[in-house]
């Protein structure tokens, strides 16, 4: 094919894992080891295939079956040594188990079939144009990229569930907002007597307000960008503890969800603000 420099093809099925107590579906991906087209892009541990009757596990797999490197584990009826272990290859429906193509034809009995044919271009390819050519030739296949084909896998996950997470995001951001502008309001308020003061020895309505405000501006600020660095470390700790959950935070959410947390702190600082403008000063002196 003009303009590719590697051509090969995978074998991808599903079947159910059994070892020991744990029965779980899961994704087997046949590839060719030698070239590494097709397989594996993050090894946690171990090594990658050298023999047909070698297999590679998810880690999340692993762990929940109690399977680790060098074990010997039945799958469909065949016998393989577990080699390594793969990170990133774990979905909340079935994580992937990688071997050799020739033991995922046998295995899967699909002998002589290929479930993709991967394709990898020259730097000065065209991608139209191969893509172009290849539909020209064989009418009835359907060319992707690889972020063309996880749009189409996002697309898909999300007819099921992207309305339920979406309501919940929507509630969780408000009621954070909500929470934010509520504790504004109370430091202020608990502090009245602390703001008659300042006025009874002298200090402006206007300085106040703008004590209040840069006050307020500092708190919001100082607690969403805490909030967003724990935001990014509960994600990475989700995806190591639990890696058949994939956390994304998409950042142009993110001064969306700053621009309302402070119009909200500013909106809980304006009845406080009132109320230190009206303070008689002079209740500071009264017994």
Do not use: C
Not at 50 to 71: H, K, T
Not at 176 to 184: D, E, F, K, Q
Request: glycine share 6%; aromatic share 10%.
């Amino acid at each position: 094919m003009p303009g590719t420099t590697e051509i090969g093809h995978v074998i991808v099925g599903d079947m159910i894992f059994s070892h020991a107590s744990i029965k779980l579906p899961v994704l087997v991906i046949g590839y060719n080891p030698e070239t590494g087209f097709g397989g594996p892009w993050n090894i946690g541990s171990g090594r990658t295939l050298q023999a047909d009757d070698e297999i590679l596990l998810d880690s999340w797999l692993a762990w929940r079956s109690g399977v680790a490197v060098g074990d010997r584990i039945n799958v469909l009826g065949s016998k393989f040594t577990v080699v390594g272990l793969t990170r990133e290859t774990a979905s909340w429906m079935s994580p992937y188990i990688f071997m050799p193509l020739a033991s995922a034809e046998d295995v899967l009995q699909l002998s002589g079939d290929a479930s993709f044919f991967l394709l990898r271009l020259s730097p000065l390819a065209n991608r139209d144009v191969v893509a172009e050519t290849i539909t020209t030739e064989f009418s009835e296949t359907a060319v992707f990229t690889p972020d063309e084909m996880a749009a189409t896998d996002r697309k898909f996950m999300a007819t099921i569930l992207d309305r339920p997470i979406a309501v919940m995001l929507i509630i969780s951001a408000v009621i954070a907002i909500a929470v934010t502008g509520l504790i504004i309001y109370t430091s202020i308020i608990n502090r009245l007597a602390e703001f008659s003061t300042l006025k009874a020895i002298g200090s402006s309505n206007n300085w106040l307000r703008w004590l209040v405000i840069r006050e307020t501006l500092s708190r919001a600020s100082l607690g969403f960008v805490l909030s967003l660095a724990l935001s990014y470390l509960a994600a990475e700790l989700i995806e190591y503890l639990w890696p058949q959950f994939t956390v994304t935070i998409w950042p142009e959410i993110i001064p969306v969800i700053g621009l309302a947390t402070l119009i909200m702190t500013l909106v809980s600082a304006l009845w406080p603000i009132q109320q230190i403008a009206n303070v008689d000063p002079s209740v500071v002196f009264k017994a």
